[in-house]
């Protein structure tokens, strides 16, 4: 399941199983983590559920990195099943769904 610049090892997840989200940059990015750039939505209620922007930021410009999410909300909450998308850079999107 690979999409230009957002990478997962499948679409469909496991409640409570950790999704690995390969991010490839685009020369958008001009910091690291490149999970700054990440944000996950519950695609149904378009609710974020995580924000990457808590990342500490480093100057430094990879050209791919790996961020793991653990399924849980912004308050630390597991989050329901369900459609989510991933977006990256603002501009590209990856959706997969929870069950």
Same mark, same amino acid.
């Given at each position: #399941? ?5 990478? #997962? &090892?499948?679409? %469909? @997840? ?14 958008? =990015?001009?910091?690291? *983590?490149? !999970?700054? @750039? ?6 149904? !209620?378009?609710?974020? %559920?995580?924000?990457? &922007? !808590?990342?500490? =930021?480093?100057? =430094?410009? *990879? ?15 597991? %989050? *329901?099943?369900?459609? @989510?998308? %991933? ?13």
């Amino acid at each position: #399941m690979k999409d230009n610049f957002i990478e #997962m &090892e499948k679409n %469909v @997840y496991d409640k409570g199983e950790k999704i690995d989200i390969r991010l490839k940059n685009d020369g958008t =990015a001009t910091y690291t *983590p490149l !999970s700054q @750039y990440l944000k996950i939505y519950n695609d149904e !209620s378009n609710e974020l %559920v995580y924000d990457g &922007e !808590s990342d500490i =930021a480093l100057p =430094a410009i *990879p050209k791919e990195q790996t961020a793991r999410w653990d399924q849980e909300d912004l308050e630390g909450e597991k %989050v *329901p099943t369900g459609k @989510y998308k %991933v977006v990256f850079l603002e501009k590209y999107e990856r959706k997969f769904f929870i069950e």
